[in-house]
C-alpha cells in the first residue's frame, strides 16, 4: 500500500519528504525493497542524490538480493549519481559481456534521449547475430532479446534497423529461435 502510494504521488513534495525521511532514519537493508525501490524513484525524479546507490553498486556480487537491487537501480535515471554513471558507462562499453538485462535497462533509461545511446544501440544491432547464437547455447530458457528490441526501435529510421530487422526475420526462418516479440518488434520496424 505505502509502495503503490509513493508511485501515485511521486510529484508531491509530502512524497518527497516521505522518501527522504523514511531512507535516512532506516537502514534500507531493513525494508521492504518494494518501498526502498518507490522511494529512490522519488529521490531521481527530484535528483535527491544517496549513498543508498554507491552502496547497492558496491554490494552488486554479495548475493542475489543485492545483485536484485543492482539491476533495479538501472531502471531508475540517476544521471546526478557519479557511482551510478560511472556503472552505466562501464556496462555501455562491456554491454557484448554483461548480462543482457542489465543493457536494456540502461537503454530504457535513455528512451527520452536516445542519441545518448545511439553508439550502442548501432553496436548491438551490428553484433545481433553472433549475440543470439551464443545467447541460444548458454540459455535452456528463451531469452527475450529486449536490448535488440530497443535498439531495432530507438534507430528505427535508420537504414540498418531495416536491415537487421531482415535478416533476423530470414534468420528465424532458417532456425527458429528467436522469440515472437523480437520478431513482432522486426515485422513494426518494417511497416
Known amino acids: ?18 522518501a527522504k525521511e523514511l531512507l535516512e532514519k532506516n537502514n534500507y537493508e531493513d525494508l521492504d525493497w518494494g518501498i526502498v525501490f518507490q522511494c529512490l524513484q522519488i529521490y531521481a525524479y527530484h535528483n535527491i542524490d544517496s549513498t543508498i546507490i554507491d552502496k547497492i553498486i558496491r554490494k552488486k556480487k554479495e548475493g542475489k538480493d543485492f545483485y536484485f537491487q543492482y539491476k533495479n537501480i538501472l531502471k531508475i535515471p540517476f544521471f546526478y549519481n557519479q557511482s551510478w554513471m560511472k556503472e552505466v558507462t562501464r556496462l555501455s562499453n562491456n554491454w557484448y559481456y554483461e548480462d543482457n538485462n542489465l543493457i536494456a535497462n540502461i537503454l530504457l533509461i535513455y528512451k527520452d534521449d536516445k542519441k545518448s545511446v545511439q553508439n550502442l544501440c548501432f553496436d548491438i544491432l551490428k553484433k545481433w547475430k553472433k549475440q543470439v547464437e551464443f545467447e541460444n547455447k548458454r540459455h535452456k530458457k528463451v531469452t527475450k532479446y529486449w536490448y535488440i528490441s530497443t535498439s531495432l526501435d530507438y534507430l528505427k529510421d535508420d537504414a540498418i534497423s531495416k536491415q537487421v530487422a531482415i535478416d533476423i526475420i530470414d534468420f528465424n526462418k532458417e532456425k527458429n529461435i528467436i522469440p515472437k516479440p523480437l520478431i513482432d518488434k522486426c515485422q513494426e520496424i518494417l511497416e
Do not use: G, Q
Not at 500500500?1 to 516521505?18: F, V
Open 1 to 18: 500500500m505505502i509502495s503503490r502510494s509513493l508511485i501515485i504521488l511521486k510529484d508531491d513534495e509530502y512524497s518527497k519528504e516521505y
